[in-house]
């Protein structure tokens, strides 16, 4: 029997936007928000979900994005696997029909993660000063309903980034998703570099900043 701890998350926000980022990009997405996160990466834009929010009953998460309406949910962060209850929430949103997306730093387990979550596995590169906490093992559990995605700050972190994709094959696991860091690298040098190299990976820009400029509409 699942401990009443398992039955609650600390939550930073709840909320209905689109998509902005991986392959559901546009689609219309509940995001679930959870509080907290063991890394502390230098181009972080969700710095605020580090603390506070509040303690929710599963049940009362469940009702909050059913009342929304959609068939897309997101569970994001913060770091939300490093909340216990966190794959009891993933299995319940999955059992209510919804289509889950996780996303995740890399740094944690992710085997405990119910198969039908589409697992969003952001791989950090050097320049976020967390690439240490990289947890390489994850890789094996990657499957095509996955995606691994590198947000890149500079021509050493796209380096980085290449050697990765080229040296563990991960064109042949799933989607790959490379971002730049809104501010420091150019989107159009991004791209250019992509497309001198013909990498197999797919460029994206965060849709929601360039909709509403505003970094908590995910």
Not at 150 to 156: C, E, S
Request: hydrophobic share 40%; net charge neutral; aromatic share 6%.
């Amino acid at each position: 029997m699942a401990s009443a701890r398992e039955h609650v998350l600390q939550v930073s926000e709840i909320f209905l936007s689109l998509q902005g980022e991986s392959s559901r990009v546009g689609l219309p997405t509940v995001f679930v928000r959870l509080t907290g996160c063991p890394l502390r990466c230098h181009w972080c834009d969700t710095a605020y979900a580090f603390h506070g929010g509040r303690a929710m009953a599963l049940p009362e998460v469940l009702a909050e994005v059913a009342r929304h309406g959609v068939r897309h949910v997101c569970v994001t962060g913060g770091e939300p696997l490093a909340q216990r209850s966190c794959p009891s929430l993933l299995r319940h949103l999955g059992d209510a029909g919804h289509s889950v997306s996780l996303e995740t730093s890399g740094a944690l387990d992710i085997s405990g993660v119910d198969q039908r979550v589409s697992r969003i596995v952001d791989l950090k590169a050097p320049g976020s000063g967390e690439c240490r906490r990289n947890r390489w093992q994850n890789l094996a559990l990657l499957t095509s309903s996955d995606e691994v995605k590198f947000v890149l700050r500079d021509r050493v972190d796209y380096e980085w980034a290449r050697g990765v994709v080229v040296e563990r094959s991960l064109a042949d696991i799933c989607p790959l998703l490379f971002s730049p860091v809104a501010g420091e690298l150019p989107p159009a040098t991004l791209a250019g570099w992509i497309v001198e190299d013909r990498l197999p990976v797919r460029f994206q820009l965060q849709l929601h900043k360039v909709l509403w400029g505003d970094e908590r509409r995910r």
